[in-house]
């Protein structure tokens, strides 16, 4: 009996013309984080290389924490040839306070096919300004954290 596109069987068979050359295809290799540690004083970046994404998109998985907090510190999360998927986006600015330990499963888009380098930093802009009033007691705001500790390592290690 010849198949028909509406029975049971014809429409396994149409599955599986359809699905069965995309489980053949070989799986995009994922881009790599060169992690570390740095220490940052007020004006001082870590960056993270990232080698993939040359020829074309490739994702990233990786893992990155904040911590050595002694004060008050912003920190802007920045990258090249990257798009986040997952929190921190690129240019948002991170404020932190003293012992915070922050930590981050980043998860994004590596893509370098028009050139240039790819990398993840992080960028110790100083500290918020305290807020305070005329005819506030200011005496107790904390102050400004003098170095941050900043690790950061692919998501596969």
Do not use: W
């Not at 396994?12 to 070989?26: E, G, K």
């Not at 970046?45 to 994404?53: E, R, V, W």
């Not at 798009?83 to 888009?109: A, C, E, I, N, Q």
């Not at 240039?116 to 400004?144: L, N, Q, R, S």
């Amino acid at each position: 009996m010849p198949y028909s596109v509406f029975s049971q069987r014809g429409c396994i068979l149409a599955a599986a013309i359809v699905f069965l050359p995309l489980a053949a295809m070989p799986a995009k290799a994922a881009a790599v984080l060169q992690g570390g540690t740095v220490t940052l004083s007020e004006g001082e970046s870590a960056t993270f290389p990232i080698t993939g994404g040359k020829q074309g998109p490739d994702n990233l998985q990786a893992q990155c924490e904040i911590g050595d907090v002694g004060g008050s510190a912003s920190i802007t999360f920045d990258g090249e040839n990257y798009v986040p998927l997952s929190d921190p986006s690129v240019g948002t600015v991170l404020t932190l306070s003293r012992g915070d330990r922050r930590s981050y499963s980043l998860s994004g888009v590596v893509d370098a096919s028009r050139g240039g380098d790819a990398y993840i930093a992080f960028h110790f802009t100083g500290a918020p300004a305290p807020m305070c009033f005329p005819g506030m007691d200011c005496a107790g705001a904390e102050g400004k954290s003098g170095s941050v500790t900043v690790t950061c390592r692919n998501g596969a290690d």
